[in-house]
C-alpha cells in the first residue's frame, strides 16, 4: 500500500497498524513497514497489542508486557481494545507509569515469545484472509479485479 501511494505522490499522515510482541518474528510490520514509516516522517497508529486476545493464550506474556512493548515503540497513538473498565485502568495504569523498554528487556521478552511467534499462529490476521478487506476490493491496490 505504501509503495502504492509513493508511487502515485500520495501523501500519507498516518498509518495503523498491529505491532504486538509476536510481531517481530513473522512477516513483521514492526521490521518492514515501521522503518519506512519513520524515514518518512509518518504517523504510526499501533493497533493489536494483543492479536484481540490471541497473544496471551500463548501463555508467554502478561498483558501488562503487551502493552509497555508497543508502548516503547516509536509510535504516536496505540489503539488497544478495552471491553470492561478493568482492562481500561489496566492499559491506563501501563500508560501512566511508562518507563521505556532498555535492549536487554525488550531482547528478553522477545527470546522468551520467539517460539510462540514463528509462524504467526497467535497473529490470525496474518493468516488468513479473513481480516484483510483488500482481497475483496482489489482496486484499493491498483489492481483491476478479476470478471
Known sequence: ??????????????????????????????????????????????????AD???????????????????SLPIDVMVTGCDSYTILDQALGVARNLQIMTQTERKTLLDRTADAGQNGRFEPYKMTQHHDSTIFN??????????
Open 138 to 147: 482489489p482496486q484499493w491496490l491498483g489492481i483491476k479485479a478479476k470478471s
Open 53 to 71: 486476545g490471541q497473544i496471551l493464550k500463548s501463555k508467554t506474556v502478561r498483558p501488562e508486557e503487551c502493552l509497555r512493548y508497543v508502548m
Open 1 to 50: 500500500m505504501l509503495k502504492m501511494g509513493f508511487k502515485n505522490k500520495f501523501i500519507f499522515d498516518a498509518v495503523q497498524m498491529p505491532l504486538n510482541v509476536m510481531a517481530p518474528h513473522f512477516e513483521s510490520f514492526e521490521k518492514n513497514v515501521l522503518p519506512v514509516l519513520e524515514k518518512h516522517d509518518i504517523g504510526v497508529i499501533a493497533m493489536k497489542p494483543f
